[in-house]
């Protein structure tokens, strides 16, 4: 064997897993890289070298394809560093960018109870209802306010979620953790 083609086949051999590990398939949760960040994303489709993916939290309009080096194996969910719930108040933004620059409008705030029941504060009175949490960190809530709705948890963000719900006149509120209640 020729010496200079042992570099190009050790590459090749040590590339091979590295291919199989960028297969993906139709509704398999990842992480997608977006503007240098990581964000939770679901495969909704393959081909040869793209994937049409959907960003949790985020509506349709945010589809796109992308190339496999843009995507990684979603962290496995309960593994260790992973925050759990922080029960309390949270406050929520909705944003917008106008003019080159970010306007912010506050939009209340809610409260997680630990008994699963949340109240949402940006009326007169209280809008309340329940909600449940998946291995995923994902918030589903029912019933109030919110129904219908999620909050998603923002990929290296401790305590701060996008919440998305069919009442929601903003699209997608932005929600940190304030304070224990």
């Known amino acids: 064997m020729k010496p200079a083609l042992l570099p190009l086949l050790l590459g090749l051999f040590v590339s091979l897993p590295l291919a199989a590990q960028s297969s993906y398939t139709a509704n398999q949760q ?17 081909s040869a070298k793209t994937y049409k993916v959907h960003y949790d939290g985020y509506g349709s309009s945010w589809d796109e394809t992308v190339p496999a080096s843009r995507i990684r194996p979603l962290s496995s969910p309960g593994s260790p560093g992973k925050a759990a719930l922080k029960y309390g108040k949270y406050g929520c933004s909705a944003s917008r960018y106008v003019s080159g620059q970010y306007e912010y409008s506050p939009k209340g705030s809610f409260v997680l109870a630990r008994n699963g029941t949340y109240a949402y504060y940006g009326f007169d009175k209280p809008s309340t209802g329940k909600f449940t949490v998946a291995a995923s960190g994902v918030i589903s809530f029912s019933g109030g306010y919110f129904n219908g709705g999620e909050a998603t948890p923002m990929v290296d963000r401790e305590n701060r979620y996008y919440v998305v719900f069919p009442n929601n006149p903003d699209n997608r509120w932005t929600c940190s953790w304030v304070a224990a209640k």
């Open 30 to 46: 990842v992480e997608v890289l977006w503007k240098e960040r990581w964000y939770k994303a679901t495969i909704l489709s393959a």
